[in-house]
């Protein structure tokens, strides 16, 4: 198929093209010009044309929590967000520890012919954490990287072996960074908000004790770990020095966190209830420093769908989680504007450098390249509702919020996938 984008504001990251002008497309490939006239044109005249977002931590909920949300309805939901390229994490039921079950899971993903899909291993059998998984055939399957989800590795030498494991073979390995003991029970900050709505805390140092571990780990090994939806200004100012000393780690943050803290809490609102949780929002203006400064590479939706049964109880009750795919792009333009950055440079932080993470051809616009595109109205508002969220999860702090950065159309290999 030859689909040629006509007119747009090309803004492409990775090589810092900023201008009005064509995309042309054959065979799931962006070309320099089509020969003959193309099967379908897209007029974006006053629209940008972009690469398509990569979220490196999206929730699909199969197998096993298809009560809670099919692959069918978020896959859905990430084109409808702009989103063509996803990394879903292994806490599936049973979690992605065996070659069979990722070999399925991308199979149907290909099947409805969406997004793209990047299975993360489960670094141990089970997500348990005593007993590491076969990452060598679990990657000959597809998997890009080996995670623990948020479950957490006890077993300090268990973790260990992991990542010497792991650096063996150059495989990548994704962890989340919290402390299970510091933070067995807790649902909420631990600060003057949890204590005065008598919720039970997680201290910013189960944070900063679990990844100052880590940190050493890497030291001895050597290993690629990518540190998952860092949450607080310590946690920051850690990986910070981390990187200036040279080692080889990569950060996200939750789109959640940019843009909310504990103050948000309101009276137990179940929608804010997520791990990790919501913190002071001196946490939260360092983790958007920490973005803008490239401390922290880039930005996830952590799409979490929640069934409304478990999500609307009483905030110690409720299941942790927001839903984040469709939400992405413009909570995304939302901190760039904030933190007066250009688009290209708002932009990179969902394309280009997710992209490098996961070790894909994928977040650029150029010739060669995979034709994966979203076209969208940085201006156009709209309001976040029940009613137009695509997702079967409908659990987000941001309902009822208005705002700008609307997908016109999302492109997967050419094809046009969604159209609004």
Same mark, same amino acid.
């Given at each position: 198929?030859?689909?040629?984008?006509?007119?747009?504001?090309?803004?492409?990251?990775?090589?810092g093209r900023d201008a009005v002008g064509d995309v042309?497309?054959?065979? #799931?490939?962006?070309?320099?010009?089509?020969?003959?006239?193309?099967?379908?044109?897209?007029?974006?005249?006053?629209?940008?044309?972009?690469?398509?977002?990569?979220?490196?931590?999206?929730?699909?909920?199969?197998? #096993?929590?298809?009560?809670?949300?099919?692959?069918?309805?978020?896959?859905?939901?990430?084109?409808?967000?702009? &989103?063509?390229?996803?990394?879903?994490?292994?806490?599936?039921?049973?979690?992605?520890?065996?070659?069979?079950?990722?070999?399925?899971?991308?199979?149907?993903?290909?099947?409805?012919?969406?997004?793209? &899909?990047?299975? =993360?291993?489960?670094?141990?059998?089970?997500?348990?954490?005593? *007993?590491?998984?076969?990452?060598?055939?679990?990657?000959?399957?597809?998997?890009?990287?080996?995670?623990?989800?948020?479950?957490?590795?006890?077993?300090?030498?268990?973790?260990?072996?992991?990542?010497?494991?792991?650096?063996?073979?150059?495989?990548?390995?994704?962890?989340r960074a919290e402390d299970v003991w510091l933070a *067995?029970?807790?649902?909420?900050?631990?600060?003057?908000?949890?204590?005065?709505?008598?919720?039970?805390?997680?201290?910013?140092?189960?944070?900063?004790?679990?990844?100052?571990?880590?940190?050493?780990?890497?030291?001895?090994?050597?290993? !690629?770990?990518?540190?998952?939806?860092?949450?607080?200004?310590?946690?920051?100012?850690?990986? !910070?020095?981390?990187?200036?000393?040279?080692?080889?780690?990569? @950060?996200? &943050?939750?789109?959640?966190?940019?843009?909310?803290?504990?103050?948000?809490?309101?009276?137990?609102?179940?929608? @804010?209830?997520?791990?990790?949780?919501? !913190?002071?929002?001196?946490?939260?203006?360092?983790?958007?420093?920490?973005?803008?400064?490239?401390?922290?590479?880039?930005?996830?939706?952590?799409?979490?769908?929640?069934?409304?049964?478990?999500?609307?109880?009483?905030?110690?009750?409720?299941?942790?989680?927001?839903?984040?795919?469709?939400?992405?792009?413009?909570?995304?333009? *939302?901190?760039?504007?904030?933190?007066?950055?250009?688009?290209?440079?708002?932009?990179?932080?969902?394309?280009?450098?997710?992209?490098?993470?996961?070790?894909?051809?994928?977040?650029?616009?150029?010739?060669?390249?995979?034709?994966?595109?979203? =076209?969208?109205?940085?201006? +156009?508002?709209?309001?976040?509702? +029940?009613?137009?969220?695509?997702?079967?999860? *409908?659990?987000?702090?941001?309902?009822?919020?208005?705002?700008?950065?609307?997908?016109?159309?999302?492109?997967?290999?050419?094809?046009?996938?969604?159209?609004?």
């Amino acid at each position: 198929m030859k689909l040629l984008v006509k007119g747009g504001r090309v803004i492409d990251p990775a090589s810092g093209r900023d201008a009005v002008g064509d995309v042309a497309m054959a065979d #799931g490939r962006i070309v320099e010009a089509l020969s003959g006239k193309p099967d379908r044109m897209i007029d974006a005249k006053g629209l940008v044309v972009a690469p398509g977002l990569i979220d490196l931590a999206a929730r699909l909920r199969e197998p #096993g929590y298809e009560y809670k949300a099919t692959l069918e309805s978020e896959m859905n939901a990430a084109v409808a967000g702009g &989103v063509t390229s996803l990394a879903c994490p292994p806490d599936t039921d049973p979690p992605l520890d065996e070659p069979g079950l990722v070999d399925m899971l991308r199979r149907r993903a290909k099947a409805l012919a969406r997004a793209r &899909v990047y299975p =993360v291993g489960a670094l141990t059998v089970r997500l348990e954490g005593r *007993k590491l998984t076969e990452m060598a055939e679990l990657a000959e399957a597809g998997c890009v990287a080996f995670s623990q989800a948020d479950t957490a590795i006890e077993n300090t030498e268990v973790l260990w072996r992991a990542l010497q494991y792991a650096a063996t073979f150059g495989f990548p390995v994704w962890l989340r960074a919290e402390d299970v003991w510091l933070a *067995k029970g807790g649902v909420a900050h631990d600060g003057e908000v949890a204590t005065r709505l008598g919720l039970a805390g997680i201290p910013a140092f189960a944070e900063t004790v679990a990844l100052a571990t880590l940190l050493e780990l890497v030291r001895a090994t050597g290993a !690629r770990v990518h540190v998952c939806r860092l949450s607080s200004a310590a946690g920051v100012a850690l990986l !910070r020095r981390a990187r200036h000393d040279g080692l080889p780690l990569t @950060c996200d &943050v939750a789109v959640h966190h940019v843009h909310l803290s504990d103050m948000d809490l309101g009276f137990f609102d179940p929608q @804010c209830r997520l791990e990790p949780p919501l !913190r002071h929002p001196r946490d939260r203006d360092a983790l958007r420093a920490g973005l803008a400064d490239g401390t922290i590479d880039c930005i996830v939706s952590d799409h979490t769908p929640v069934d409304e049964d478990r999500k609307h109880l009483p905030f110690a009750e409720a299941e942790p989680g927001a839903t984040g795919l469709e939400l992405l792009l413009p909570l995304a333009l *939302k901190w760039g504007v904030q933190a007066n950055l250009t688009l290209a440079q708002t932009l990179a932080r969902v394309t280009s450098a997710p992209a490098r993470i996961l070790g894909v051809d994928a977040g650029r616009i150029a010739p060669g390249a995979p034709a994966d595109l979203v =076209v969208f109205d940085p201006q +156009a508002p709209f309001r976040v509702s +029940a009613q137009t969220l695509k997702s079967q999860g *409908k659990n987000t702090p941001f309902l009822g919020l208005e705002l700008a950065g609307r997908v016109r159309a999302t492109v997967v290999a050419g094809n046009v996938v969604y159209e609004a």
